[in-house]
């Protein structure tokens, strides 16, 4: 019994996340929070869009993951990591979106082997996590009111997902 009882006290502690149901009101806090992380991010607020982003790209949300990936490429809001932007960024095109693709691919190729062979097991270990699959996001497209223009919108799915919060990385 004690062996059990500390068999399970060891699960429970190595676990990095407990799955949360997510329904209609839930989703719809995680879309306006994408949104007004977008506002503070376009508008230069950009700690404040971090936290917000941070957050919803751990959803899955792949706009939060993309502009999560220039963030940390650029520094803002966070310390510059090339790594995990290229990361971000990577796993966002899970979206189809090709002008994502054509960024990503344009910064992936400047890479040499060493340094893709890290984004890309970069990539893998956030898909486990933050993916399409795994946060239960689809993507489409879509047409945009009022223009000719159509645009990839991507919706999570009612449903119960392991919450995860997204690596930081730390300054040498």
């Known amino acids: 019994m004690k062996r059990l009882l500390s068999g399970l006290i060891?699960?429970?502690v190595a676990m990095p996340a407990f799955?949360?149901?997510y329904d209609a009101t839930q989703l719809d806090n995680i879309y306006e929070n994408e949104r007004a992380g977008l506002r503070m991010?376009?508008?230069g607020e950009h700690r404040k869009a971090f936290g917000l982003l941070k957050k919803t790209a751990a959803q899955g949300m792949k706009r939060s993951q993309y502009i999560l990936g220039f963030m940390f490429l650029k520094g803002e809001g966070?310390?510059?990591n090339m790594l995990f932007g290229l990361a971000w960024m990577g796993?966002?095109?899970?979206?189809?979106n090709d002008g994502w693709q054509q960024t990503f691919d344009k910064l992936y190729n400047t890479l040499n082997a060493a340094q893709k062979s890290m984004v890309d097991d970069k990539i893998e270990e956030y898909r486990t996590k933050f993916g399409a699959v795994a946060q239960g996001i689809t993507c489409a497209r879509a047409a945009v009111v009022g223009s000719r223009r159509q645009d990839i919108i991507c919706r999570k799915s009612e449903g119960s997902y392991v919450d995860y919060d997204i690596e930081i990385p730390t300054r040498p």
Not at 91 to 96: D, P, S
């Open 10 to 12: 060891a699960a429970l």
């Open 41 to 43: 991010y376009e508008s």
């Open 91 to 96: 796993l966002a095109t899970e979206a189809k």
């Open 19 to 21: 799955a949360d149901l």
């Open 78 to 80: 966070v310390d510059k």
